[in-house]
C-alpha cells in the first residue's frame, strides 16, 4: 500500500528557505516519478518540481535555480530544497508518486502541507 508522509512546510519571511519531505511506505520499484505540486487557494494544482526514476528533472520555470528536487532511493524519500522563497510561493504541497503499471500509470498523492511565505 502506498502512503505518502510530508514534512517540513511551515512559515517563513520572504528570501528564506524551506526543505520538504515526503516518505513513501509503498514499493521503490516501478516508480516512474516522485514530484512536487502545489495548490494556491483558488487556482489549479500544477507541477513544481520532478524527478524520474533514471535522475532525470523537471522544474516550473517560476521556481527555476532557487529550488532542487532530489531523492534517495535508499530512503524512498524525496526532498525539495527550496530557497530565496517568494510570497507568491505561498501554497499547500503535494507530494506525488507516479507507478508505472502494464497498461498504464497510477498517480498517489500525499496530504499536503503548507507553506506560507510573508513579505
Known amino acids: 500500500q502506498v502512503r505518502l508522509v510530508e514534512s517540513g512546510g511551515g512559515l517563513v519571511q520572504a528570501g528564506g528557505s524551506l526543505r520538504l519531505s515526503c516518505a513513501n511506505s509503498g514499493s521503490i520499484f516501478r516508480i516512474n516519478s516522485m514530484g512536487w505540486y502545489r495548490q494556491a487557494p483558488g487556482k489549479q494544482r500544477d507541477l513544481v518540481a520532478s524527478?524520474?526514476?533514471?535522475?532525470?528533472?523537471n522544474y516550473a520555470d517560476s521556481v527555476k535555480g532557487r529550488f532542487t528536487i532530489s531523492r534517495d532511493n535508499a530512503k524512498n524519500t524525496v526532498y525539495l530544497q527550496m530557497n530565496s522563497l517568494k510570497p507568491e510561493d505561498t501554497a499547500v504541497y503535494y507530494c506525488?508518486?507516479?507507478?508505472?503499471?502494464?497498461?498504464?500509470?497510477?498517480?498517489?498523492w500525499g496530504q499536503g502541507t503548507q507553506v506560507t511565505v510573508s513579505s
Open positions: 506525488n508518486v507516479q507507478y508505472s503499471g502494464y497498461t498504464q500509470y497510477t498517480d498517489y
Open positions: 524527478i524520474t526514476s533514471g535522475g532525470t528533472t
